[in-house]
């Protein structure tokens, strides 16, 4: 199946993705809509005047998703080089955050505090893999069983995390951001230092791959990991790598997920964790770009419901129905190629 | 350190709704092999279907077949697009449709219906089953062990639908449908090339063990209350390392493995603040939990077939 023919191959990604960013543009219309019969009821409580509650809803959402982008880039890359669904990911967020806010508590300034958690996030991932993952792939345990494995460690670390941090909802900084007018959109300057490292952030993760040996390396394990071995390619090096790369990011998106939501606790990767699947399922398990493309989705589709449905406490409930209704309609992502999944 | 306690445990109905969750985990996991990560969902779904048709009025054989008749729908709608893909789908799919029933019924939307997240109070509809009980109202010690008479019936029964489901696991995994099961665990394109429709085997599995969930959610509820934290996606993660304990696709594994699940946890929570003095009240909870945690990554590494069961069997490669 993997050997369709390129040019069939291509056409019928084209036509996917022109349906998928339909839909999205649909999705948009549709809430427009709403948002503007809604305008009339005059619910100018949670914007500024001079602000359009919808672009700003989808301007929140685009953030959010890419902070989502952040986190789940590398669940998709882990997927993507071992084949392992790795719950104990939102534990890395977690940790992240939860490194930053002692850091601060120390005394650092928040950008400081931001790099020592990505630092952490990195070592962490290097442990896990020497402590833990490399064993079990000498081992050739089968994937599920790492995956429940994963669950383990999952509830292994959010329970230190709960005994480190403590189980009450702490801030990262205290001073709450200023919003700034631009145009029908209010931002304040946390929202657009956010963005900019996250651009920053995912374009290197992109470079990596597409331009660097060691990207094409990850990217040749990712496609055939016995294939690349026979090429010379040191695939556990590679695997390393990746592990240290996702641990980092997720660590990133920690402390900057904190500044969204404006508070963290012990359970703030865990309760993405589930967003985190929905992105990269969305996007196509295993594609990086896929599991940016699915968070950008799935970021807007939550702000959406949390501020137009009747019920905001759906909003998981929306991006999960999302993720169900994926692998009914097209199991393989947006951008996942078609193959048999089974 | 207090041994009643954990005798105490090990027989209460708690631990046998667990049981019965295991039993039903086992069913997938152990004959067919299916990672169903949202049991909880499905004792949730019990539970509700129960409880909310009782406390409007109608009859506890009405409610039990709600709860068992909404349990076959959510079995159905979880493997409707996920039995046909790779295993990890159905894993991702049930643990996200575990949390939908939970926010779902937590959430203000349908607090009518629901109770929201203070869920429904257990005297709304525990009186048709403990009208029943044939037990005195008031506490009674039989042996080490002392409850109340409501909760002396609620547990007979619990543990009596244990044994029938266990009794149900052992004749239905020599039967020829439960070798053509084993046989999907081990190899689906063999059982697929003998002519079986493997599709429709995983859905009849997912549907028994889904029931069998549900009924230990109707027995949890009626050990406590309807309450939708108490079923969060932890609650899974427990029932699965009790049936990994004890030993997947073996008959007494779920429930010998559960009753030690409870057992230790009691001890856990017991014996780690006088090992570590500088714990305070709040942070032996969690530290009881990542033992847990720490105990199924050590089981699928070095015991993946658990207690009782046999390694050879137990090679799950999905």
């Given at each position: 199946?993997?050997?369709?023919?390129?040019?069939?191959?291509?056409?019928?990604?084209?036509?996917?993705?022109?349906?998928?960013?339909?839909?999205?543009?649909?999705?948009?219309?549709?809430?427009?809509?709403?948002?503007?019969?809604?305008?009339?009821?005059?619910?100018?409580?949670?914007?500024?005047?001079?602000?359009?509650?919808?672009?700003?809803?989808?301007?929140?959402?685009?953030?959010?998703?890419?902070?989502?982008?952040?986190?789940?880039?590398?669940?998709s890359l882990i997927y993507g080089t071992t084949g392992l669904s790795n719950f104990a990911h939102g534990e890395s967020v977690t940790f992240g955050a939860a490194t930053a806010f002692v850091a601060v508590g120390a005394g650092a300034p928040l950008w400081l505090a931001i790099i020592i958690a990505v630092a952490a996030g990195a070592a962490s991932g290097w442990f896990q893999d020497v402590i833990l993952w490399k064993r079990l792939r000498k081992r050739n345990v089968p994937n599920m069983q790492q995956m429940i494995v994963s669950i383990g460690l999952a509830l292994v670390m959010v329970n230190l995390l709960q005994i480190w941090i403590g189980p009450d909802k702490?801030?990262?900084?205290?001073?709450?951001?200023?919003?700034?007018?631009?145009?029908?959109?209010?931002?304040?300057?946390?929202?657009?230092?956010?963005?900019?490292?996250?651009?920053?952030?995912?374009?290197?993760?992109?470079?990596?791959?597409?331009?660097?040996?060691?990207?094409?390396?990850?990217?040749?394990?990712?496609?055939?990991?016995?294939?690349?071995?026979?090429?010379?390619?040191?695939?556990?090096?590679?695997?390393?790598?990746?592990?240290?790369?996702?641990?980092?990011?997720?660590?990133?998106?920690?402390p900057m997920l904190a500044l969204y939501t404006g508070t963290l606790n012990f359970m703030l990767g865990a309760d993405i964790l589930l967003m985190m699947f929905a992105a990269v399922t969305l996007g196509g398990l295993g594609h990086p770009f896929g599991a940016a493309v699915g968070a950008l989705v799935i970021g807007i589709v939550a702000k959406l419901t949390e501020v137009y449905s009747p019920a905001p406490d759906l909003k998981n409930a929306s991006v999960l129905a999302i993720l169900i209704l994926t692998l009914l309609v097209r199991p393989q992502g947006i951008l996942g190629r078609k193959e048999r999944v089974g | 350190?207090?041994?009643?306690?954990?005798?105490?445990?090990?027989?209460?109905?708690?631990?046998?709704?667990?049981?019965?969750?295991?039993?039903?985990?086992?069913?997938?996991y152990?004959?067919?092999?299916?990672?169903?990560?949202?049991?909880?969902?499905?004792?949730?779904?019990?539970?509700?279907?129960?409880?909310?048709?009782?406390?409007?009025?109608?009859?506890?054989?009405?409610?039990?077949?709600?709860?068992?008749?909404?349990?076959?729908?959510?079995?159905?709608?979880?493997?409707?697009?996920?039995?046909?893909?790779?295993?990890?789908?159905?894993?991702?799919?049930?643990?996200?449709?575990?949390?939908?029933?939970?926010?779902?019924?937590?959430?203000?939307?349908?607090k009518e219906w629901t109770g929201g997240n203070t869920g429904i109070r257990g005297k709304d509809f525990k009186d048709p089953f403990e009208s029943l009980s044939p037990f005195p109202d008031k506490l009674i010690r039989i042996g080490p062990w002392q409850f109340h008479g409501n909760a002396w019936w609620l547990l007979t029964v619990a543990w009596i639908l244990v044994a029938l489901f266990a009794l149900l696991f052992w004749r239905l995994k020599s039967s020829p449908w439960g070798r053509v099961m084993r046989g999907i665990r081990e190899d689906e394109d063999a059982v697929r090339s003998l002519g079986k429709n493997v599709y429709s085997f995983k859905m009849q599995s997912l549907v028994i063990?889904?029931?069998?969930?549900?009924?230990?959610?109707?027995?949890?509820?009626?050990?406590?209350?309807?309450?939708?934290?108490?079923?969060?996606?932890?609650?899974?993660?427990?029932?699965?390392?009790?049936?990994?304990?004890?030993?997947?696709?073996?008959?007494?594994?779920?429930?010998?493995g559960t009753c030690l699940f409870w057992a230790l946890f009691v001890l856990i929570r017991q014996v780690g603040p006088l090992m570590l003095p500088n714990l305070d009240g709040t942070q032996v909870e969690p530290l009881a939990l990542a033992f847990v945690g720490l105990g199924l990554i050590l089981l699928i590494v070095f015991r993946p077939q658990g207690i009782l069961g046999n390694r050879r069997e137990i090679a799950i490669n999905g």
């Amino acid at each position: 199946m993997r050997q369709a023919t390129l040019s069939s191959l291509t056409r019928n990604t084209v036509v996917w993705r022109a349906l998928a960013i339909a839909v999205v543009v649909a999705l948009l219309v549709f809430a427009f809509l709403q948002s503007a019969s809604a305008a009339d009821v005059a619910d100018t409580e949670s914007v500024a005047p001079g602000t359009n509650k919808f672009l700003q809803t989808v301007m929140k959402g685009t953030i959010y998703g890419l902070l989502l982008a952040l986190a789940s880039v590398g669940l998709s890359l882990i997927y993507g080089t071992t084949g392992l669904s790795n719950f104990a990911h939102g534990e890395s967020v977690t940790f992240g955050a939860a490194t930053a806010f002692v850091a601060v508590g120390a005394g650092a300034p928040l950008w400081l505090a931001i790099i020592i958690a990505v630092a952490a996030g990195a070592a962490s991932g290097w442990f896990q893999d020497v402590i833990l993952w490399k064993r079990l792939r000498k081992r050739n345990v089968p994937n599920m069983q790492q995956m429940i494995v994963s669950i383990g460690l999952a509830l292994v670390m959010v329970n230190l995390l709960q005994i480190w941090i403590g189980p009450d909802k702490v801030r990262l900084v205290t001073s709450s951001p200023v919003d700034r007018q631009f145009g029908p959109i209010a931002l304040s300057n946390f929202d657009l230092i956010m963005v900019a490292i996250c651009i920053v952030a995912l374009g290197s993760v992109s470079y990596f791959l597409m331009r660097t040996r060691l990207g094409r390396a990850t990217r040749a394990v990712s496609d055939n990991p016995a294939l690349a071995s026979a090429t010379g390619i040191s695939v556990n090096r590679v695997i390393r790598v990746v592990w240290m790369m996702a641990a980092a990011l997720a660590a990133l998106a920690g402390p900057m997920l904190a500044l969204y939501t404006g508070t963290l606790n012990f359970m703030l990767g865990a309760d993405i964790l589930l967003m985190m699947f929905a992105a990269v399922t969305l996007g196509g398990l295993g594609h990086p770009f896929g599991a940016a493309v699915g968070a950008l989705v799935i970021g807007i589709v939550a702000k959406l419901t949390e501020v137009y449905s009747p019920a905001p406490d759906l909003k998981n409930a929306s991006v999960l129905a999302i993720l169900i209704l994926t692998l009914l309609v097209r199991p393989q992502g947006i951008l996942g190629r078609k193959e048999r999944v089974g | 350190m207090d041994f009643n306690d954990i005798l105490q445990i090990v027989v209460s109905p708690v631990t046998a709704a667990f049981a019965l969750a295991a039993i039903g985990l086992n069913f997938h996991y152990g004959l067919t092999g299916l990672l169903n990560m949202g049991q909880a969902g499905f004792m949730l779904i019990g539970m509700y279907g129960y409880a909310i048709s009782v406390s409007h009025g109608l009859p506890a054989w009405a409610g039990l077949i709600i709860a068992i008749v909404g349990a076959v729908l959510f079995a159905l709608l979880l493997g409707w697009p996920t039995l046909r893909l790779r295993g990890d789908y159905l894993a991702i799919v049930t643990i996200a449709a575990a949390e939908i029933v939970r926010i779902v019924g937590r959430s203000q939307w349908l607090k009518e219906w629901t109770g929201g997240n203070t869920g429904i109070r257990g005297k709304d509809f525990k009186d048709p089953f403990e009208s029943l009980s044939p037990f005195p109202d008031k506490l009674i010690r039989i042996g080490p062990w002392q409850f109340h008479g409501n909760a002396w019936w609620l547990l007979t029964v619990a543990w009596i639908l244990v044994a029938l489901f266990a009794l149900l696991f052992w004749r239905l995994k020599s039967s020829p449908w439960g070798r053509v099961m084993r046989g999907i665990r081990e190899d689906e394109d063999a059982v697929r090339s003998l002519g079986k429709n493997v599709y429709s085997f995983k859905m009849q599995s997912l549907v028994i063990g889904g029931v069998i969930g549900a009924l230990g959610g109707i027995v949890f509820a009626h050990s406590q209350a309807v309450s939708p934290d108490s079923m969060s996606r932890t609650t899974t993660f427990w029932i699965w390392t009790a049936l990994l304990l004890g030993g997947a696709a073996t008959v007494f594994g779920p429930v010998l493995g559960t009753c030690l699940f409870w057992a230790l946890f009691v001890l856990i929570r017991q014996v780690g603040p006088l090992m570590l003095p500088n714990l305070d009240g709040t942070q032996v909870e969690p530290l009881a939990l990542a033992f847990v945690g720490l105990g199924l990554i050590l089981l699928i590494v070095f015991r993946p077939q658990g207690i009782l069961g046999n390694r050879r069997e137990i090679a799950i490669n999905g």
